[in-house]
């Protein structure tokens, strides 16, 4: 017990005392709030400069219509709206060809972001066309898909004799859907968004600090073997109990650093209104959805199952390969398989009870991060959620088994790289 | 009588291809230093990891220090300095040294005071530095040697296991190995060494066993080795060069069966009937101004050849020593 705990002491504090661990401990929730945050913030920003892009194009009207004139006011923001609007040009179905080509050069020499084509098809109500250099600015394209969908809805209303201010009024509806969550605990703020992302940052914690400290386990093993320590220590404590220290040793570190972050995040989230104001964001409703205390610890359960399981996997990589160069080889299978539970993330995001989602939350290499995902979103039956834990836990167990048999031997192997089939008759060996 | 401080009885290791050890037995008795003999890949190294519980034997049992090897408190008992040596490579000096005590048993307080003493006698600590406050990789080559070597000792153990320890040691560290094995004997310890360099062995050892092929070749103390291999070489000097009626004597097939005189000293190996005296005689009627004639008791190195052979070393093995 004294040697267990002395390999998991050097293996703790080797790693807490090095920088590597100060500056991620400090920096690392920026870093990750910059990754989760950052692509939303610039999007945010390309919606701001919108109505600047829509009017920085040519509207080519070959309906005969003043439809043109009505979707470019629309873009600009209406009658009462500012700014310069967009360059409306009559053309007849015979010219309109040679007018896309003058287009495209505009939009080609930079003087225009791209133009939209309005013809019969559109006053039929089935489409416009636009070709530009921003076709791939969602948000804007919707917008410019919306203004003309509305000007043909207005000019419709018009014709069939209606006065536009009331056609006016008529159309501009604009419903936004409150929701509440209702559990089994009672009526919760139901900000979607909220759970959203409390859901995503927890699945992406735990997906990062189990790669991050099960591939820092592989190179603790590959070290070993590399500067050829492993064969003294294991002179004097058993392979079972070094990859055990080990993986504890590296996973408390992973836990200190969680414990850490999660602390930090829980003193800002009890000072949010002040810190939000200081940033002019005081009305913002950021409240983190209650989980409840099962729900914490179970989370808690899957972290640690799901480390070990990841850790015994790693642990075996490592064993196995003689430099970094063949580690990143022989990681990628098990890298591949903790990727799968984040490359689905999206869809899970969407249907956290739908068939994927159980499925993805009950199997041992995806339950870990995507159990705890769900539960972060909203209840998930008691079956399930056992089941889940059971399957995580028998294959850590297993994991960690399979692992250590591998480490023994591998430990004191080097040399040619070993295939499959000569891994299974380490595991089978005496 | 105690056990001896190793037995090993019948014990067969086979790896995937090929027999590493076959039916090994030997005893170590307590307070000796003995030397294990033999070619690269003769299964040196396999037969000390099984010593040491690293591996297990396919057959065989294996006894130290009067129990069974996989005792868990044994290895306690026991420092080891592999083939391989190696440290973690960004760590404290002490803190390893620490570590690899704390493994063996040690408390962190008891492994700080003598870490202390053997950076001291080693020459790696004195007034004016602390060569253990340093990381690992900051120390020279020598030094991590005997960092390593401190970090097999720290415990005090009872037996000692060398593997190939004079490999890759310059002189002044070689020596220094060679005075703390000497120490040990001298405080009761069992030493064992694996080596291919039959001149330390013969110098140091107590006791040897030759090994090759993984089976024991000849063992024992290393007077009975010797003078169980009858001498039949006679070491001869003259203060002139040698007459031709001298010569004709050295080349007489009833006496001489084989002249060396590549040195300095000629080496004359004697006819199977024939005997040294005669030789003497002969060579004195001849007229031989003699500056010396000795039987010399044959080297380990030569007993080493002569056992082992050109064979010894079975192709395609490699790596373990």
New interface residues.
């Given amino acids: 017990m004294?040697?267990l705990m002395?390999?998991i002491r050097?293996e703790y504090f080797?790693r807490v005392r090095s920088r590597w661990f100060l500056l991620a401990t400090v920096f690392g929730p920026v870093l990750f709030g910059a990754l989760l945050f950052l692509p939303a913030i610039l999007t945010a920003r390309d919606k701001a400069k919108g109505p600047e892009e829509l009017s920085r194009i040519v509207i080519l009207d070959a309906t005969g219509t003043d439809l043109g004139e009505r979707v470019s006011s629309a873009l600009g923001g209406g009658l009462s709206g500012s700014g310069s609007n967009a360059v409306v040009e009559s053309v007849s179905s015979a010219s309109l060809t040679a007018a896309e080509e003058r287009a495209t050069a505009l939009v080609t020499s930079d003087s225009m972001r791209g133009y939209l084509v309005l013809d019969s098809a559109t006053l039929a109500g089935r489409s416009a066309r636009y070709a530009g250099a921003n076709t791939t600015a969602m948000l804007d394209m919707s917008a410019l898909g919306r203004a003309v969908q509305r000007q043909v809805q207005l000019m419709r209303m018009e014709a069939a004799g209606l006065e536009p201010s009331v056609s006016a009024a008529l159309t501009s509806v604009n419903v936004s859907l409150v929701t509440e969550r209702l559990t089994k605990r009672g009526r919760t703020d139901g900000n979607p968004l909220a759970g959203f992302l409390f859901g995503v940052a927890v699945a992406m914690l735990l997906y990062m600090t189990i790669f991050i400290y099960g591939l820092n386990v592989m190179r603790g093993v590959l070290?070993?073997k590399?500067?050829?320590?492993?064969?003294?220590?294991?002179?004097?404590?058993s392979a079972s109990r070094l990859l055990i220290g080990k993986v504890v040793g590296v996973g408390s570190v992973g836990l200190t650093q969680l414990v850490i972050w999660v602390g930090r995040g829980w003193v800002m989230y009890s000072f949010r209104d002040k810190v939000l104001s200081r940033f002019d964001a005081g009305g913002l409703p950021l409240v983190i959805p209650d989980i409840g205390l099962l729900g914490g610890a179970m989370i808690f359960l899957f972290f640690i199952f799901g480390f070990l399981f990841y850790a015994g996997l790693f642990a075996a990589v490592g064993a196995t390969v003689n430099s970094e160069q063949e580690a990143q080889q022989a990681q990628m299978p098990v890298v591949l398989l903790l990727l799968l539970s984040i490359m689905f993330l999206q869809n899970i995001l969407l249907n956290p009870d739908g068939m994927l989602s159980v499925v993805l939350s009950t199997l041992p290499f995806s339950a870990p991060i995507v159990m705890p995902l769900r539960l972060s979103m909203g209840e998930v039956p008691t079956v399930q959620l056992f089941g889940a834990l059971a399957s995580v836990m028998v294959s850590a167990v297993a994991a960690t088994w399979l692992a250590s048999r591998i480490y023994r031997v591998g430990l004191?192997m080097?040399?040619k790289r070993p295939g499959v089939r000569?891994i299974a008759?380490w595991v089978s060996r005496? | 009588m105690t056990e001896p401080a190793v037995a090993i009885r019948q014990v067969v290791k086979r790896y995937?291809g090929h027999v590493a050890v076959r039916d090994l037995s030997l005893t170590v008795p307590r307070g000796t230093v003995y030397g294990l003999l033999g070619p690269n890949g003769a299964g040196k190294t396999t037969s000390i990891?099984m010593l040491?519980n690293?591996?297990?034997p396919?057959e065989g049992d294996i006894r130290v220090l009067g129990r069974p090897n996989d005792d868990p408190d044994i290895?306690?008992r026991?420092g080891?300095?592999?083939e391989?040596?190696?440290?973690?490579?960004?760590?404290q000096v002490r803190?390893v040294l620490r570590?690899?005590g704390?493994?063996?048993?040690l408390s962190g307080k008891d492994a700080d005071r003598r870490i202390d003493s053997w950076l001291e006698k080693l020459g790696l600590k004195n007034g004016s530095e602390d060569w253990g406050a340093a990381k690992v990789d900051e120390l020279s080559r020598g030094m991590q040697q005997k960092v390593?070597f401190i970090?097999?000792l720290l415990h005090e153990p009872e037996l000692v296991i060398l593997d190939e320890p004079f490999s890759g040691l310059d002189p002044i560290n070689a020596q220094a190995l060679k005075d703390t094995v000497l120490d040990l004997r001298k405080q009761g310890r069992t030493v064992i060494f694996s080596t291919h360099i039959m001149d330390n062995a013969e110098r140091m050892c107590d006791s040897v066993c030759i090994i090759a092929r993984g089976e024991v070749v000849l063992d024992g103390r290393v007077t009975d080795v010797q003078s169980s291999h009858a001498t039949r070489l006679v070491a001869l000097a003259f203060t002139e060069p040698p007459s031709t009626a001298v010569r004709a004597v050295l080349s007489d097939r009833s006496l001489v069966a084989r002249l060396d005189d590549s040195d300095r000293t000629l080496e004359a190996e004697l006819a199977p009937d024939a005997q040294a005296p005669a030789l003497l005689t002969r060579l004195v009627s001849a007229g031989a101004q003699l500056e010396r004639f000795e039987l010399v008791r044959p080297s380990l190195h030569r007993i080493f050849l002569e056992r082992v052979g050109a064979t010894g070393v079975e192709a395609g093995m490699s790596?373990h020593g």
């Fill in positions: 004294n040697k002395a390999v050097r080797e070290e070993e590399q500067s050829r320590v492993a064969e003294v220590v294991m002179s004097s404590v004191l080097y040399g000569e008759r005496r | 995937d990891r040491l690293i591996i297990a396919d290895v306690d026991i080891y300095l592999p391989e040596r190696g440290l973690y490579r960004k760590m803190r570590f690899l704390e493994l063996k048993g390593q970090g097999s790596g």
